[in-house]
Every structure is written in C-alpha cells, then in structure tokens.
C-alpha cells in the first residue's frame, strides 16, 4: 500500500468522524480536519465504501432531527404538532388546503397542498 493511500484513508476516516460529530455538515467537518471541500468531494465520487458511510450518516443527522421534533411534540410545541401532522398524517386526513367559494356559480374549488395523495377513508 503506498503512502499516499494510507493518508488518505488516515483523512477519510477523521473526516467521517467530524461529519458524524457536526451531522453531516461537510464545511464544517472539512474545516476541523483541514481537509478542503473539494477533497471531499473527491473521495465522496471516487470512493463507494467513503460515500456510503457518508450517506449512513446522514441517517444519523436525520433521526437525530426527528428525536427532536418528538421531544417538542412531547413538550406540547404547537407548530411541532402541526408539522409532523403535515407531513406525516397524509393519509389520515391532515393537509393544509385552501378553499375556494365562487358565489355567482355556486362552486367549490379545493386547492390541496402537499404531494396530491388523497386521505384513505380506511386509516
């Protein structure tokens, strides 16, 4: 193994540990370690094992959002509520929609935000 490859394994691995430590945020990261940007880049498109442990991390950064969010719901945060509701009850009925009445037609015209999935009468 040359010596090249063994430093840039020795960087790979600090990097994902400063990725795993600042939740994926590359800058950062690459700040800490002194590595730059487009060095990360490099790996991440040259390397598939680097870039699956990277994209494994950020699992990591997104559990960790969602343990938050949780622990807002919990504390009884309404705008927490909302938003889970608004993205994750869909089928139970929970999307924002904006309604329409023309008076000289006797119409209703619903406009549903989201991503067109209709409520499941079932759920």
């Known amino acids: 193994m040359s010596n090249k490859t063994t430093n840039s394994n020795i960087q790979k691995?600090?990097?994902?540990?400063?990725?795993?430590?600042?939740?994926?945020?590359?800058?950062?990261?690459?700040?800490?370690?002194?590595?730059?940007?487009?060095?990360?880049?490099?790996?991440?498109?040259?390397?598939?094992?680097?870039?699956?442990?990277?994209?494994?991390?950020?699992n990591v950064a997104l559990d960790f959002a969602e343990s938050a969010l949780h622990k807002q719901i919990k504390e009884g945060t309404p705008s927490s509520t909302m938003f889970y509701l608004k993205t994750k009850g869909k089928k139970r009925g929970y999307i924002e929609r904006t309604e329409s009445v023309n008076e000289n037609k006797n119409t209703t015209t619903i406009i549903e935000l989201g991503n067109g999935v209709k409520p499941d009468e079932n759920d």
């Open 13 to 58: 691995k600090r990097l994902l540990k400063a990725l795993e430590k600042n939740l994926g945020i590359v800058t950062k990261s690459c700040q800490e370690v002194d590595i730059a940007r487009s060095t990360y880049y490099e790996y991440y498109n040259t390397d598939e094992v680097f870039a699956k442990a990277v994209d494994e991390l950020q």
